[in-house]
């Protein structure tokens, strides 16, 4: 157990739907990422927040949101929901703000399939 | 564009070598390069983080090197074990936040 914690594991959803997937950073850390994994793609930046403000933003698609919470648990948002959005979708965690500076602690992800 | 590369084929060792894995990289200027592990279908498990200034790390049997001038890290598993197979990410903070390379697939044959 990493101590960060991904809900839910697997989701299956149709074309069009929207899903929130939800993440509860290690104790202690501040700052949350949010990263898509596919096949073909690898690892992705979405985007990351620091102590409920967001702080860098990747190749996030305009469908998808994020924010985090004064309890610094995060909820990714996604929308209108295509078969090309199927992925894992990973969050993970540090201690402070800078990016490359700690090792990242990621959850076990949860498993994206869109129908 | 930036770009981090890392071979994409398997990389297949016998139990009891010592594995080396290698990442390029090219329009970065890093400060730090990290080394993840990822087993199928879990998150990645950050293994070492490398200094600029730093030119060798260690911990346990794993060792990292980095040449800025090269543009180059090496990641070396000493003693494999078939338990070490697995696949393994570099990763480096660029324009888009900590940007990961594809990964190496390591497989160690008992």
């Known amino acids: 157990d990493s101590g960060v914690t991904q809900t839910p594991k697997h989701l299956i959803t149709a074309t069009g739907q929207r899903v929130t997937l939800r993440c509860s950073p290690r104790s202690g850390d501040l700052s949350v990422y949010w990263y898509q994994q596919s096949l073909d793609q690898g690892l992705q930046f979405l985007i990351q927040y620091y102590n409920g403000e967001e702080r860098a933003k990747g190749n996030i698609l305009e469908r998808f949101s994020a924010q985090q919470f004064p309890d610094l648990h995060s909820e990714l948002n996604l929308s209108s929901l295509e078969l090309g959005d199927s992925a894992l979708y990973f969050c993970a965690s540090t201690p402070f703000e800078g990016q490359g500076v700690y090792g990242y602690t990621f959850g076990s992800g949860t498993r994206l399939t869109v129908v | 564009s930036q770009k981090i590369e890392q071979n994409s084929e398997a990389l297949n060792i016998q139990e009891g070598k010592t594995a080396t894995l290698t990442c390029n990289y090219t329009n970065y200027s890093p400060a730090y390069l990290q080394w993840y592990r990822q087993d199928p279908g879990r998150g990645p498990v950050f293994l070492l983080l490398?200094?600029?200034?730093?030119k060798e790390k260690r911990k346990e049997r794993l060792k990292v090197t980095f040449d800025t001038t090269l543009k180059q890290s090496l990641f070396h598993i000493t003693a494999s074990q078939p338990a070490d197979s697995a696949t393994y990410l570099c990763?480096?903070?660029?324009?888009?936040?900590?940007?990961f390379g594809k990964g190496t697939h390591l497989i160690i044959q008992p």
């Open positions: 490398i200094r600029e200034n730093e």
């Open positions: 990763a480096l903070e660029g324009a888009d936040g900590l940007t």
